[in-house]
């Protein structure tokens, strides 16, 4: 989704705006823009529908005066308005005075934008950001100070915004947030403000995050204004990690790469937490008690974890667990005793946020497990389980997944032990089979690498495929469909192996191709003996016996696992095959701000 990056530097800001912007690529966008002073105190103003290369072009052929230290950046995911260079961001106003970067979604967009038109102001598009410009220079006229002038500007505005807002002439730059993440760093490279982490954490990896309604000038000392009185006090913050692991070292692409990395992210998990999961401190010395139901909110891939979270808790501790898909949470009924889990890699995807405000979770404890401990989520949540694993650049989730699934098992069983649920001798013991998971994900590895290959020219013309699976394999059916159609744009659905006759048969003919993802359950013979009957091409994916046989343990409580591996290999390979590009699947972002 959008992305944002502001700088005032000692070194030409565009420099540091196009390499930020270029580290935003990963959340995907259509559109790129940036607004740079000139020395004579000038603003070019630049944009593009092409990539971050065309921009390079841009600012190589600027022939006005030498670009100094101050610009903003931004990358556009199309929400309102076609991708076209004029919709792209930064936008201006009238006197091309006030140049705007905006994320989020303006509620009022089209009333301000009448009422804006009826007092003389020139709405260049049908963007909703482009009328922040406008009531800036509203207010601008009266105050005569950028500060108070985007103060008074964001009063008049219901939604959602990160903002960073460049004055021509003075070259100030005041950035604002409010329900879209937006931080600010300073470093010996100057002060900078961006959307994601990833932007600037080449020059520095301290930062803070603005809260709702807070106002920043972007300037050394510079003015702070928080938007309640009792505000929690400004924190600084550390990210974990550094540039370069968010690069390709080697790898043709992010997906490779993180796909690859998946034997050591569970390592290092549960290298983390393995020492505190039998004892219940884990759970306890996150202020978690007891609970009665768990409900858990996600999306996507993040669902499919939670799924898997949720099969634990179950199977292990015989307690109900309801999964609700975040944008359908409102309609939730609350239930007493509940604790609630919100699961979201990038911890900022709006319909999750979104749904912690609804009465089904309101008052329910509740524990985030986000790859972005200093997300919105986090910052929401009464405890976080950083599930570690590392930046995740692919748009496809790969890496999050397996790291949100052993995290979040490590979790419950934690509290299952530190709750009385089950003893810490079984806690231990289900620990060590955790402690399994690092070589059964590098041994699966290999076998995906050596197996899937050579299946991808007899599957590149299949239109659509059918995942099945049961019980504890379902997640992982259902995530294999998701990265399928994701990365291929072909249709894969998933069913549970026995609903197949209640209807899903009808699709199967001469060649369906049917993946099967075997937990050991030997019921789902008689289901592929249905398929096979019919015609349809069978792969599967799991324990022994099976055609892709990831050594999967058929009494493992959060099932077969290993067979994510393979699966995310098999869409991967079918799409390079297919010619897309694996790490921007089409219409596709990586972190989901808008509901
Ligand atoms: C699929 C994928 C998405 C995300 C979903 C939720 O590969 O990445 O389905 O899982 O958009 O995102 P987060 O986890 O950031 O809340």
New binding site residues.
């Given amino acids: 989704m959008c992305g944002i990056i502001a700088c005032r530097t000692i070194q030409p800001a565009v420099e540091y705006l196009c390499t930020g912007l270029r580290r935003l690529e990963y959340r995907g966008y259509d559109s790129v823009g940036v607004a740079l002073q000139t020395a004579t105190a000038e603003v070019a103003h630049l944009r593009t529908v092409e990539r971050i290369g065309a921009l390079d072009e841009l600012v190589r052929g600027w022939s006005g005066a030498p670009l100094n230290g101050v610009g903003i950046g931004h990358t556009r995911w199309a929400t309102h308005g076609l991708v076209s260079e004029e919709n792209a961001h930064p936008h201006a106003d009238c006197n091309r005075r006030i140049f705007v970067a905006h994320n989020g979604i303006i509620l009022n967009a089209d009333q301000l934008r009448d009422e804006l038109t009826r007092s003389g102001h020139r709405i260049a598009t049908a963007v909703d950001s482009e009328v922040l410009s406008h009531l800036i220079e509203d207010a601008l006229s009266e105050h005569r100070d950028l500060f108070k002038a985007v103060q008074t500007g964001l009063t008049r505005v219901q939604g959602t915004w990160a903002i960073a807002v460049l004055e021509r002439g003075t070259g100030r730059i005041v950035v604002a947030s409010n329900g879209s993440p937006l931080l600010v760093a300073h470093s010996a490279h100057g002060v900078f403000a961006a959307s994601d982490i990833a932007a600037i954490v080449d020059w520095t990896d301290e930062f803070q995050v603005l809260g709702d309604g807070d106002v920043v000038e972007l300037v050394d000392g510079g003015q702070w204004v928080r938007a309640e009185a009792d505000s929690v006090p400004l924190i600084s913050r550390r990210c974990s990690w550094q540039g370069r692991d968010a690069d390709l070292n080697g790898y043709s692409d992010f997906m490779a790469k993180e796909i690859n990395e998946q034997p050591a992210a569970a390592c290092r998990v549960i290298d983390d937490l393995g020492t505190s999961i039998d004892s219940g401190e884990l759970w306890t010395d996150r202020g978690l008690g007891t609970f009665d139901r768990l409900k858990i909110i996600?999306?996507?891939?993040?669902m499919n974890a939670g799924l898997v979270i949720g099969n634990v808790v179950r199977r292990l501790g015989r307690i109900p667990v309801t999964c609700t898909i975040a944008s359908e949470a409102a309609d939730d009924i609350p239930e007493t005793g509940q604790l609630t889990l919100a699961?979201?890699?990038?911890?900022?995807?709006a319909d999750?946020l979104q749904a912690l405000t609804s009465d089904a979770i309101g008052g329910a404890p509740l524990v985030a497990l986000t790859n972005n401990q200093h997300s919105s989520l986090a910052r929401r949540a009464d405890a976080v389980l950083n599930c570690d694993a590392g930046p995740e650049i692919g748009?496809?989730?790969t890496k999050?997944f397996v790291c949100q699934v052993i995290a979040g098992a490590a979790l419950m069983i934690s509290g299952l032990s530190a709750t009385g649920r089950i003893d810490r001798s079984a806690a231990a013991r289900l620990t060590d089979d955790l402690r399994r998971l690092p070589e059964k994900l590098a041994a699966a590895l290999n076998v995906a690498q050596c197996r899937v290959p050579p299946l991808i020219e007899e599957l590149s013309d299949c239109a659509g495929f059918i995942f099945i699976a049961k019980g504890s394999g379902l997640p992982y059916a259902a995530e294999g469909a998701?990265?399928l159609k994701?990365l291929t744009y072909r249709w894969a659905e998933h069913y549970p192996a026995g609903e197949l006759k209640h209807g899903p048969l009808a699709l199967i003919g001469a060649g369906t191709p049917v993946v099967v993802v075997d937990n050991g359950d030997t019921r789902l013979r008689a289901n592929m003996a249905e398929i096979a009957a019919r015609g349809g091409q069978l792969l599967t994916i799991g324990s022994a016996d099976s055609a892709i046989d990831v050594a999967s343990d058929p009494s493992a409580a959060w099932g077969p696992l290993e067979a994510t591996v393979p699966l995310q290999v098999l869409a991967r390979t079918l799409a390079l095959s297919l010619g897309h590009d694996v790490d921007k699947p089409r219409n596709l972002a990586?972190?989901?701000t808008v509901q």
Avoid at 298 to 302: E, I, K, L, N, Q
Avoid at 343 to 349: C, D, F, L, Y
Wanted: a neutral charge.
């Fill in positions: 996600g999306c996507g891939t993040s699961i979201s890699q990038s911890g900022e995807t999750v748009v496809a989730a999050t998701l990265k994701e990586k972190s989901v």
